[in-house]
Structures are given as structure tokens and as C-alpha cells.
């Protein structure tokens, strides 16, 4: 896939038309990378979600700006997470949707344990460590029950999942939100 940005200029015109004649669902997933102005100029969408499926990489600026403004930040495309940018991602609203990533480092795990409100959805995680396993599986200020989570078991390694599970069975009356 060619690289393409979303730039300032792209997203001010996609704010006085956010759903043009094709009608298309997400019409800014076709974009790789996305410049720090232009996810600031975003910020001004009327809607409380955004759906940026296409990135490959985000700024930690532009995760902040999103952030901070929708309460539903969908980024599928993203495969890796720094844990600068995890930091940034869990001040997400209610719902922060990365599936795309598929390992996460024991810091990166701690701070989206700490999201700031209900749902984190990292259904392409393949790897994670025990120890990341067991920072998602305490309940943190937060995150009181796995109802604020959703991992593919199956994807995971089995000591990882074995943990996760063992734990959603200790807290009593929450469902867990298993994909698999």
C-alpha cells in the first residue's frame, strides 16, 4: 500500500464534507499517516467518533489530540505501539479500538490497563508476556471487570491466556468479551 497523509488542508476539507456522494463508512481509512495539524484541525468533526483504520504509525501528538476529543477512536491499521504512544492512547474516551497491534510491551500493557474509561479492544494481539497478562488482569482504577477488554484468546499465548482467564473466573458477575 502506498503511503498517503492526511494533511491539514485534507482534513479541513473533509470537515465541510465528512460523508461525500460515495457514502463512504470511513472515509479517512484510506490514509497511512496522519500530520500532527491535521489531527488537531480533526478535533473540530462534529461527530464523537473517528475511524482512522488505515494509519500505520501515529505521532503521539496526534493520539493525544484524538484522544482527547473522541470518545470513540478506532486505529486498526496501526501494527505496533510504542509506550509513548500507549500512554497517549489510554486517555481515549469510552472506546479505543486497535486491533491491528499484535504485541505489546509490559509498559505499553500498563498504561492502556489504566484507559480511562471502559474499552480497549486488542483482538490482534499474538504475543503478550505473563507479566502483561497479569497487569490487564488486575482491576485498576479504571477498568473494574473484563467487561473493558477484549482479547482473541485463541491468538494469544497459551500461558497469557491461561492468566487472563483464570482471573475473569475471580471476578464474579462480568462476562468476559472474548473473541474467538
Known sequence: MAEKRLTKEIAEEFLEDPFP???SVEPLSEFTELDDDAAEMLTKHEEDEISLNGLTSLSDAAAESLCKRFSYVELNGLTSLSDALAESLSTAGNQLIINGVTSLSDAAAESLSRHVDQFVSLDGLASLSDEAAEIFSKPSRTMQDFDGLSFNLHRLPESAA??????WENWKGSEP????
Not at 491461561?162 to 482471573?167: G, M, P, T
Not at 468479551?177 to 474467538?180: A, E, Y
Request: charged share 45%.
Open 177 to 180: 468479551f472474548w473473541r474467538g
Open 162 to 167: 491461561k492468566i487472563l482467564y483464570k482471573h
Open 21 to 23: 456522494d460515495d457514502e
